[in-house]
């Protein structure tokens, strides 16, 4: 389904963006 595709990815960027963001504001 293309809206369970669209969270899948919306989640995996949330989880990068989360991930990455204490990195960045070093």
């Keep these: 389904d293309q809206l369970r ?9 949330g989880a990068l963006v989360g991930a990455s963001m204490p990195l960045a504001g070093t």
């Design 5 to 13: 595709a669209a969270l899948d990815r919306a989640a995996a960027r």
